[in-house]
Structures are given as structure tokens and as C-alpha cells.
């Protein structure tokens, strides 16, 4: 825990404590954002936190997020873990990890080259190139919508997930996906329907990559083109005090590029992380407003407790506190704008080394997070290393 003392638990309702003496509330949702070969990285983020003795009651994901939410909501506590980890290894298995001379350029070039692979054969477990161009296929079919065929990932889901578990077992799952002909974005929820793997794959369909997936006669895309993180939809569907751990594969803030590769990197870290913080700063300011006002109501007068515009606006600000732990993958020096279809097996155990890293660091600063919940406050919090 972290080195100041945890204050003592008042009236609000903490479910239990876990490992580090971090309070829970009533619900704890994990968040997964899209981003490839950087889901690595939640990997790691899932692993400490199942080694804290942090239980998530709902998980949520986008694109290669909602994979492995997949893979977490269906199957049981104990295999978890060893089941991302024979996804993860076997997306990686292709590309081993050779020793690199030579510091950070050295270390970019074996990047590039390792994405340029992924581009040429595919990733084994998740899409294969197809044999005959887009260009030549037939209109309207599906080989004429994507460079690549994604049945490998179809596959990988059956074998790695118990479907009846997921939609059925104690964990919720959502996963996010863009209808292709109106371009409306939804959200696939095992509180509202049966999910299997159409659904994944619906959620990490990236154009012109991937093809869409059909669903009950509609097609649909990642739901990254729309929005990259399924934070709203949690906190939109609270119904008890929660804490999240919001996973962020790209970083709204990097320093300038300084080569062209750099200029790819960041118009995609802006492209997809702009909207997560966007989302993140406005549903806190909007909770914290309404918590002040919940405040001021308590002070009025008790004859005025039923006036009918007291009672509508305490009815339209009643809402459960919230707190959020923002855990961003930032992207070292050696990573270009191929970081995401980057799938070597160096470059996965780096990610989920920085994912387990960014846990401890959260945990060592967790005081300050232990304090919010105990007093029933709403906040965000970005308590790693920058």
C-alpha cells in the first residue's frame, strides 16, 4: 500500500479489501481499449490485478480489448491468466525474440521489420492474408472488403473460451462494434443478449484490414472507428459505487515527432486516445457536478423537500460515485506507427511487463484512491509513471 495511512471505513459500503489493502465497492469494471499488438499490455494489467485479489464484476472492451475480455469472462478464476497467456503466445510464436545490438535504433529497425512480417503472412491465431486480392474479388463478397481473412481469430475464441460461461457466469461483458450501412455504434451486452464469437470479431473488425462481420443480417466494424473506449457505456449503465481501471493503449501526450515514422505514431495515439480522455474528463466533471448540487439539496430547508422541482432535481443528480484508474500504455522510443500490427514475442513480454509495472505503480499510490471510496467521491486518477 502506499506510505500514507488509509483512512478508516465510514458509513459507504466497501465490499471487501483486496490484497493491498485497496477497498472495493459494490462494482469493479476493467475497461480495454483497441489497439492490436499493444493488448499485450492488459495481459499484464489483468495478471496483477488477479494477483491483488481484485475481482472484476464487468469488463468491457473494444477491438483487441473485447478478445480479451472474451478470453477473461469466459473462463474461471484459476485459468484466466494461462488462457490469455496460449493466446497471447500463440499470436507471438511466429516472430521469436533474437538478441539486439546497437540500443534504440537497432531496436526500431527489428520492429519494423517484425510489422512488415505481420503485414506479409498474417498473425497465426488471428487473420491470414488472402489469396486473392480485393481488387479481383467479386463485388459485395467478402473477399472484396479486406485485405485479410479472420477466421484464425474464430478459431482461437472457440478454443480458448466457454461461451456458456460467459454468458451465463457472475462477470457482465460488453463489447462495442459500428454498424457498417448506418453507421450507428452499439453495444453487445451479455445482460441483454447472447454473445459468441460473431461478436468479437464484429468489435475488432478494422477496415480495410479485417472484413465485417455479419449479425442477424446486419454487418458490422470495429468499434474504434467510432469510439476506442467502452468507458461511457459503464458509466452510463452504474447502478452502485464503482471503480474502473480504464486500460489506454495510446497516449494523448508524447513529445513532438522528430521523423516521419514519429508523425504515423502520433496521429494514430491522437486519433484513438483524443475521444477516451475526452469521455474521461467529461463523465467525472459531470459527476462531480451533480454531487455538489446533491450537496446543496441536503441543505435546504425541510419543508422544501417536497417541492416538486427539489424532488425532480435530486431525482436527475442521484447518482453513485465513481472513480476511475487510468492505466496508459506509453510507448518507448523504438516504437513507430507500426506499434499495433507489431506481434513479435520481444515486444509482447515488454508489454505486459509495463502492464504489470503500472499496477504496482497504482498500488503503491493507492491511498489517495482508498480515501475517494471510503468518502464516496467521484475522481480520476493516473497514479503511474510517466
Known sequence: MADATPPKPSARRVKKLAAPGLPLPDQV????QGGGALGAYQLGIYEALDEAGIEIDWI??????????????????????ERLHAFWNKMTGALPAFPIW???WAREVVHELSAATVATFGVPGLFRPRLLSPFFAPDSSCEALSFYDSAPLRESLDALVDWDLLNSGPMRLSVGAV???????????????????????????????????????????????????????????????????????????????????????????????????????????????????????????PEMASDPDVV?????????????????Y??????????????????MHDHIAA????????????????????DGETAAFDLTVR
Open 29 to 32: 469494471a476493467l475497461v480495454l
Open 179 to 301: 454498424e457498417l450501412e448506418s453507421g450507428n455504434f452499439r453495444y453487445f451486452d451479455t445482460r441483454k443478449e447472447r454473445i459468441d464469437a460473431r461478436h468479437i470479431m464484429a468489435s475488432g473488425a478494422l477496415p480495410p484490414g479485417l472484413p465485417p462481420v455479419e449479425i442477424d443480417g446486419q454487418l458490422w466494424w470495429d468499434g474504434g472507428i467510432v469510439s476506442n473506449t467502452p468507458l461511457a457505456h459503464v458509466v452510463e449503465h452504474q447502478d452502485a459505487d464503482m471503480l474502473i481501471f480504464q486500460v489506454d493503449l495510446f497516449s494523448s501526450s508524447a513529445e513532438r515527432p522528430k521523423t516521419i515514422t514519429d508523425v504515423m505514431a502520433r496521429a494514430k495515439e491522437i486519433q484513438y486516445s483524443s475521444r477516451t480522455r475526452q469521455i474521461s474528463d467529461q463523465l467525472v466533471k459531470t459527476r462531480q457536478e451533480h454531487q455538489l448540487v446533491s450537496k446543496l439539496l441536503d441543505r435546504l430547508p
Open 330 to 347: 506509453r510507448a518507448n522510443a523504438w516504437e513507430g506507427g507500426s506499434r499495433d500490427y507489431e506481434f513479435s514475442a520481444r515486444t
Open 102 to 104: 546497437g540500443g534504440d
Open 60 to 81: 468491457a472492451g473494444i477491438s483487441i480489448g473485447a478478445a480479451n475480455a472474451a478470453i477473461i469472462a469466459g473462463n474461471p478464476p484459476g485459468k484466466r491468466v
Open 355 to 374: 502492464g504489470r509495472a503500472a499496477i504496482a505503480a497504482t498500488m503503491d499510490k493507492s491511498a489517495l484512491l482508498a480515501r475517494n471510496i471510503y
Open 312 to 328: 425532480a432535481l435530486r431525482h436527475a443528480t442521484r447518482e453513485h460515485a465513481v472513480n476511475v484508474v487510468q492505466l496508459i
